[in-house]
């Protein structure tokens, strides 16, 4: 059984920043994209951020130069920093993994607001 274990998730001040983190756990081996999707409620998730196994990156338009994702193998984790956040940000994020199969977290929720 695979286990995705979001964290850093909260509320943060327009022009702050966050990192959430994801750390895949269990019957996990073979890893090829990790990245963070978000989603609106009544909306369609969206992508965030990709990371392939080499380290090539994709990020949506709306948060480039803002947010960057990262990842490390050995621990199976992958990172999103949030800067300069805004309150278009505000959703719950939710972290995927590809290996064999799809992998998806329960999603934290991140809220800019002053």
């Known amino acids: 059984q695979v286990q995705l274990v979001e964290s850093g998730g909260g509320l943060v001040q327009p022009g702050g920043s966050l990192r959430l983190s994801c750390a895949a756990s269990?019957?996990?081996?073979?890893?090829?994209?990790m990245g963070w999707y978000r989603q609106l409620p009544g909306k369609q998730r969206e992508l965030v951020a990709v990371?392939?196994?080499?380290?090539?990156?994709n990020l949506a338009d709306s948060v480039k130069g803002r947010f960057t994702i990262s990842r490390d193998n050995a621990k199976k984790t992958v990172y999103l920093q949030m800067n300069s956040l805004k309150p278009e940000d505000t959703a719950v994020y939710y972290c995927?993994?590809?290996?064999?199969?799809?992998?998806w977290g329960k999603g934290t929720q991140v809220t800019v607001s002053s």
């Open positions: 269990g019957n996990i081996f073979s890893i090829y994209d």
């Open positions: 990371i392939t196994r080499g380290g090539s990156t």
């Open positions: 995927n993994v590809r290996s064999f199969s799809d992998y």
